[in-house]
């Protein structure tokens, strides 16, 4: 909402903790408001368990209906999110038959928008391909979605099939390993790439002595 909207809002917010959880309370919800805060997009609610839709419809409609703002400058709210990490794994590291074309970030964006259960999943970042080894024709793809605070967006997706081609691929859930490493010559966790004492690079897509920006320079 806007910065006069918050401030209004934010003056009377131990009565509107109050106001809130007593519509709460009326439609047999088990979720209560603990407090609000300011910040700079407008007004965050914290609640003592996870809030579903239905909550959130109800502060809502409180918080448009109060006297202290204008209801036309208060955006649509949503729930907190977080990232989720997942990989997708038993996916072709050349889906189209052919060693010159490999799999990439836009491949796997194209094969996951045409996929349902999809249809309400945004992704954080570009998803990454990595061959499992110079010798696997396979892949591994890891990627950040948005999940709500219960979780529900990374639950209807872990360990769910479907197909790529002729694969059937797997959806896991995978560690964000924070603060690991990785080196961009030998492409392995642990350890950061000026530390890595083997002379020249190696590309990520085949493992051979060369960058990954000259691979096909190279096949």
């Known amino acids: ?30 979720v209560l408001v603990d407090y609000i805060r300011s910040d700079p997009l407008g007004i ?4 003592n368990k ?4 239905s909550d959130l419809q109800i502060i ?4 448009k209906n109060s006297n202290d703002i204008n209801a036309l400058q208060v955006e649509e709210p949503r729930l907190s999110q977080s990232e989720s990490y997942l990989k997708i794994i038993s996916i072709s590291f050349f889906p189209y038959g052919n060693a010159q ?5 836009s491949d796997i964006e194209t094969i996951l928008k045409q ?4 249809n309400n999943i ?3 970042s570009r998803p990454r391909v990595v061959k499992i080894s110079s010798k696997s024709d396979m892949a591994i793809v890891w990627i950040d979605i948005w999940n709500v605070q219960s979780g529900s967006n990374a639950k209807m997706l872990i360990n769910r099939c479907f197909n790529v081609g002729r694969y059937i691929v797997t959806i896991h859930k995978a560690n964000m390993n924070p603060g690991i490493p990785q080196c961009k010559n030998c492409w392995k966790w642990g350890h950061m790439t000026f530390s890595y004492r083997i002379q020249g690079s190696k590309c990520i897509k085949c493992n051979s002595p060369y960058k990954s920006e000259n691979y096909h320079e190279f096949r």
């Open 1 to 30: 909402m806007s910065g006069d909207n918050n401030s209004a809002f934010m003056k009377n917010s131990s009565l509107h903790v109050i106001n809130i959880n007593r519509h709460l309370k009326n439609a047999k919800s088990e």
């Open 44 to 47: 965050t609610i914290i609640t």
């Open 50 to 53: 996870v809030s579903q839709q």
């Open 60 to 63: 809502d409609q409180y918080v």
């Open 101 to 105: 074309d490999c799999l990439t970030s």
């Open 115 to 118: 996929n349902q259960i999809f």
């Open 122 to 124: 945004t992704l954080v």
